[in-house]
């Protein structure tokens, strides 16, 4: 599975700076979903209400943190081909202040 990132990734990165490890626990998790795909990689689901793209999203264990998968990052990716995704927005619980906020963002990421 190829992955990388939209170029506005680096803006979600200062957004968490203030977090210990964001990057290496994404970059982690990148290595873990090339290897073992959509299929194999646990807690991802779909994403509904994106029309015909294929979004889903994946929790993201944080690195140097003693904290589970349910207070982890969010990783919010889009599946362009069956070996190709690209992550559209990488994020904490926290850093949105709504749903519906995260959900403008990754329309707007898509539509780029």
């Not at 015909?52 to 904290?67: A, C, D």
Request: net charge positive; charged share 30%.
């Amino acid at each position: 599975m190829e992955v990388f990132r939209h170029d506005d990734i680096e803006k979600d990165f200062r957004n968490l700076r203030r977090f210990t490890a964001p990057r290496e626990s994404l970059e982690a998790w990148e290595r873990l979903f090339s290897l073992k795909g959509l299929k194999e990689t646990p807690g991802i689901d779909a994403c509904s209400g994106f029309g015909s793209f294929k979004i889903y999203k994946g929790r993201v264990i944080p690195l140097k943190e003693n904290v589970g998968k349910s207070k982890g990052y969010r990783v919010i990716f889009q599946l362009l081909e069956e070996n190709r995704a690209m992550i559209l927005v990488f994020s904490r619980h926290g850093v949105y202040h709504s749903e519906r906020e995260l959900i403008a963002l990754v329309k707007n990421r898509i539509g780029n």
